[in-house]
């Protein structure tokens, strides 16, 4: 059977299956025109003189001569057929070599790194098992052909690329490794780790990197095969959930997207409450690629919402989305001021802040409170413990001191604080009436903005708690009175006291989730979705988001009693790394073009071969002439 | 254009020739017969000068008387040879010179006989061998028996036996030179034989030109031959060349062995050796 490809950039190969999984490739058939030489040199023998016409006075002594040498020498009749033929065949052997013949088998035939995408789209489902589950098929399948002294690494490239095994010919171990590989939920990385495969290959002879994935790959880089496992699927999935609270009767409206991925034009979406299926609604995408569903009116108390698609499809994950209501307990803020209304509005925009006022003179104990702000106070000491935001401090204290500017322009520190906290606002539209430089005496305190070089606003958050002053007087700027303002007051109090109400409580996989300790709070556990705790976290970030779900965050004081309980949810990303989308992950070429780039199999060219077999064949034909001469 | 038959030079070499023959006959009795029967014969032959070492009592005093000058009389010493030339002038006697080198034998054996005063006849062999010249006797007969020669047919085949078979010989013997290459389409020993029943002392002499006993042919030829018209393509190797040479010498033992059978003699030669190389060393040499 021969069957033809067509390779845009690779010319035209000719194969010839010999048997199962072994055939002949010519590397160029264009050679065979040669072949029509032979009925050429076939004629040119037959046409050519090869008799010289001589008399003699008697035939009758080369008669006899003849047929005494004949009786000797019975191969001798045949001797001009036989070289012929040997010239035949030497010149089929010469075309045969310049139709450059290759013989595949199977396997690689060299060293080789693997590469295998694990990302969410390869738990996608086509023909009754997902992507990754072919892949390794695949890549068992080559472990198999592995020939003695063949050595094979794997890198799974995933949220990050990790090299599973480097440089083993050990076909159990490999076989091991791959079994226990199962896809993530996040995208992946396929670039990167196509480079990381290529500064493996530089320490080996040679290589060949072969990537299983189900993405469509621009650009392969050179001397790597791609192995395109999808077909592609319709796929629906929920995008995002959110919720917001109504302040009336804290009721809970759910707002839920969904993404539409060359899948049905409806589709029925449920909405879980902890745990329990609550209500059912059904979503026209009305030829758009996505819709929203509202579900109102939920239960105030819900602390879990699910959001499930009722119909099954190949891509299971992605068709749940969570999110955790924030614990209702509020924030206590102390706004220490003489009168200072546009931040008193500010802060109670968030439904999570108690907020409680006093002059800058009373002195109250600071421990109930999570914030205190200090707006014209003039407090010498101040406690260490707490979360502190001055403004315009009347008196130096034990943190910064204060000296007199003029105006020279704001600037804002190139600080990932800074650029946090005034995100959407700009200080230089604000006109200020007076400034009033601040420098800390603490070293671990920084500018977030400059007027001129000198620091106008100060932060710090080394301590055990974070701290936060402006060196001018709101009420000597029109800052409270430019939107931006509520802006800055809610960035600021997000930094202070991350939002526990009305924030979905989301994240996605892989993301760190920021960990706000509570003044009490020494350590935390995490529960993960499938029921296992980390234990004894300290870390201001939590990296353990491998899994879409419910995550409970225990924070304990240093007698390891929980002091504050909360949870997030983690969701996948779909749409935005195009894990969803199951067709613009798939392949675009030809189903032939991707099953010519996937069939591995060694490449043993049999030019040497063949150029031996003329060579041999012109010596016999040399020997064969000259024993008859 | 063709080689003469005879020119000065060959004249000067059957004269050579003929004294040799006469020196080496000299202490017998004077006659230039080749012969080896000698004796005394009452009849009268010729008149010749006086050389050096004849015998004197032959001195013809008369003669001498009238001119002055001594001269032998010479005598039938013995009876008168018969020298028969068989000439064979098939087409393939026309290659290689063959033909010419015949006739020049014939012509030189002819010659020697007629200088010992023998008779000398002169037949073609041939398909159509006709009409035979002579017999002669005296060197006078010479020139005619050149001049028939110039003139006789090609055979386009050859069949000895035939054309021997339809000569007819006298009653007593002759002496027979049968001057051929042998390739006759019938059996040449057969009329070895029909000669020998006539009394007829042979000697064949087989004449081949140098590219026979020498072929320097090679590679692929289609040979053509040049009376039957018969094509044969052979692939000339030297392994060829030796079983040619082998097919020679088969075929020349043969011819040799078949004249011994039959008490005649056999020399073969080369169309392409001197001619008085060729009667000295092979023709008489043994004699």
Known sequence: MVE????????????????????????????????????????????????????????????????????????????????????????????FAFMQPAFRSPGLGQNSIVVLDVSLSMRAEEDGKSRLAKAKEEVLRL???????????????????????????????????????SAQYGGSGVFEALQLAKSLEKDEESAAITLFTDKSIEQIPENVRVRNVAKGAPNLAVGAVSYTRNSEDRTLSVLGLIENHAGADTTAVELWRDGELVDIQDVEFKGENRANVIFDGVDPEAQRLMLALSTAD??????????????????????QTERNVFLEKAILLRDDMELYKSTPEEELPFDDYDLIIGDGTATEILPDNKNLWLIAPKAENDWISLFDMEPQGLKTASTALAEMLFQHVDLNSVAFARLQGIEAKDPASHPLVYNGAEPLILAS???????????????????????????????????????????TGMATVYEAVPVALGADSVSYSVELPDGRVVQDQTALQFTGTDEPGF?????????????????????VLTGGAAESDLYTAAMTDSAEAQEAQGNFSRLSLLLPFIAILALLLMLVEWVVYHRGT | MAEPLFDPEFLNQLEQLRLHFRHKAAGQSGGGRMS???????????????????????????????????????????????FHMLIDNSESMQMYGKALMAKRLALTMGYLALSGYDQMSITVLGETSGESFGPVTGKASFLRAAGYLEDIPV???????ESITRLHFGSGSGICYVFTDGFSDDSLEDALGYLRYYKQKTTLVHILGPQELSPSQEGEVRLLDAETGERREVEISPGLLRAYEEALRDFTAGLREACHRHGFYYERISSGMDLRQAVLEQLIKNK
């Open chain 1, 551 to 571: 995550y409970g965050l225990s924070q304990r004081d240093n007698e390891g009693e929980a002091v504050l309980q909360t949870e997030f949810a983690v969701n």
């Open chain 1, 4 to 95: 033809y490809y067509a390779k845009l950039t690779e010319g035209i190969s000719v194969t010839c299956y010999l048997k199962k999984g072994v055939r002949v490739q010519f590397q160029n058939p264009y050679g065979a025109l040669a072949f029509l030489l032979i009925p050429a040199f076939i004629l040119l023998y037959l046409l050519k003189r090869r008799y010289r016409e001589e008399k003699v006075p008697s035939t009758f002594l080369w008669r006899k001569a003849a047929s005494q040498w004949e009786a000797s020498h019975p191969w001798q009749k045949w001797r001009k057929s036989l070289l012929f033929f040997l010239q035949l065949l030497a010149l089929c052997a010469l075309i």
């Open chain 2, 36 to 82: 080896k029967q000698l004796g005394v014969s009452s009849e009268f032959s010729d008149f010749r000068e006086y050389r050096l070492g004849d015998d004197f009592r032959r001195v013809d005093w008369n003669a001498y008387a009238r001119f002055g000058k001594l001269i032998l009389k010479l005598f039938m010493e013995e009876r008168q040879m018969q």
């Open chain 1, 314 to 335: 190949a891509l299971e994950a992605d068709n749940y989305a969570y999110c955790a209501v924030q614990d209702h307990g509020n924030y206590k803020i102390l706004l």
């Open chain 1, 461 to 503: 958050d080394e301590g055990p708690a974070k701290r936060l002053a402006f060196g001018f007087d709101l009420h000597n700027s029109n800052l409270p009175m430019t939107k931006d303002f509520p802006i800055l007051v809610q960035n600021i109090l997000e930094w202070f006291l991350p939002a526990k109400g009305g924030q």
């Open chain 2, 155 to 161: 055979s386009p085949g050859t069949k000895l036996y």
């Open chain 1, 143 to 181: 472990i198999d052909q592995m020939q003695p002294g063949e050595e094979m690494s794997l890198i799974l490239t995933g949220h990050r690329n990790e090299i599973l095994v480097a440089d083993s010919s050990d076909k159990g171990e490999l076989r091991g490794l791959l079994q226990n590989v």
